[in-house]
């Protein structure tokens, strides 16, 4: 099959694997998801179908090209080779586990053009425990969305030792094609920066709670109603530049270190106050109602994207 620089492969067709293709495809990528479940498959066309129908309805749907067309440039196939072959990009979605990934990434070091690119949407796991000996190592590395991708446009890009910065280039100007806000690692950790930044919230959160000092309703709101409204426009290192007369250095006085180290050594999330936790959101969000809870959060994620999309142009146009 002859190398196609418009078509995307993506390995997977849960959550991840079709944002991913609802992604590619507003782009105008000819996109192929394959899964070995043709169950699956199903699910994932009605779900992509129901969910790019809505978008449009709510005029919040990414890219300059309609509906249907972005629909018609998605295909299903429980065929392996029919979605990687001759792909410009193949972008794998499956399970956290590290025996899978090593298979996939190796059935598809075998299958792969010598042009082609694979990156991986592991949340965690760094590349080289499962690309270590591959022929195509050097092509491969860590494309980690935020989750919701197709409303949070963040993409980290986490490179191996040994892929080609030339590989890490090519992949960021295609995210910044597909409209997605990538960011590059110089190097492997583990866990990556997203996560990492968002666990120290998390224990902190989770301190904060065990230690009485608030409530779990509570603690949510600092970040819903007080952060994270500032977050939805720049990072903590511009927050605090902002928000000193002298700037970013004026703002790192010895409290800082003293209030961080004041909350002590990070705690396991477990024991009775998970059980705790669990059931107050339990009571408020019953796992019953997670699915719509979720559409509700994507909502207003999409409006917000929207929002600073055309609050870009407007700076751009000043």
Not at 63 to 87: S, Y
């Amino acid at each position: 099959m002859a190398f196609s620089p418009r078509k995307i492969g993506i390995i997977g067709s849960g959550l991840i694997g079709r944002s991913w293709a609802m992604i590619f495809a507003s782009a105008d990528y000819k996109v192929v998801v394959y899964d070995n479940s043709a169950a699956q498959l199903s699910n994932a066309k009605e779900e992509i179908d129901k969910q790019l129908h809505g978008l449009s309805e709510q005029n919040l749907l990414r890219g300059d090209i309609p509906v249907q067309k972005q629909i018609e440039n998605i295909e299903f196939t429980t065929n392996f080779d029919a979605c990687t072959k001759g792909a410009k990009y193949i972008q794998e979605c499956i399970p956290e586990l590290i025996d899978l990934k090593r298979k996939i990434f190796n059935d598809l070091d075998n299958v792969m053009s010598d042009e082609s690119i694979v990156g991986s949407s592991t949340s965690a796991i760094p590349s080289s425990r499962f690309t270590n000996g591959l022929k195509h190592k050097s092509r491969m590395l860590v494309v980690h969305p935020t989750n919701p991708p197709y409303y949070v446009p963040l993409t980290e890009l986490v490179p191996a030792p040994w892929t080609d910065s030339d590989v890490v280039d090519e992949v960021y100007r295609l995210m910044q094609e597909i409209r997605q806000v990538p960011v590059k690692l110089t190097k492997e950790v583990y866990g990556f920066v997203l996560p990492r930044v968002h666990h120290a919230v998390l224990m902190e959160s989770w301190k904060m709670v065990q230690d009485g000092i608030i409530s779990i309703e509570d603690v949510d709101k600092v970040m819903s109603d007080g952060l994270g409204t500032r977050y939805a426009f720049m990072g903590p290192l511009e927050t605090r530049h902002l928000n000193f007369k002298g700037g970013f250095k004026d703002g790192c006085k010895p409290h800082v270190w003293e209030v961080s180290n004041d909350s002590g050594p990070n705690a396991r999330l477990e024991g009775p106050l998970l059980e705790i936790i669990q059931e107050d959101f339990n009571k408020r969000i019953p796992l019953e109602t997670l699915a719509e809870r979720r559409a509700w959060r994507d909502t207003r994620i999409a409006a917000l994207s929207k929002f600073k999309r055309d609050m870009s142009n407007c700076d751009n146009n000043a």
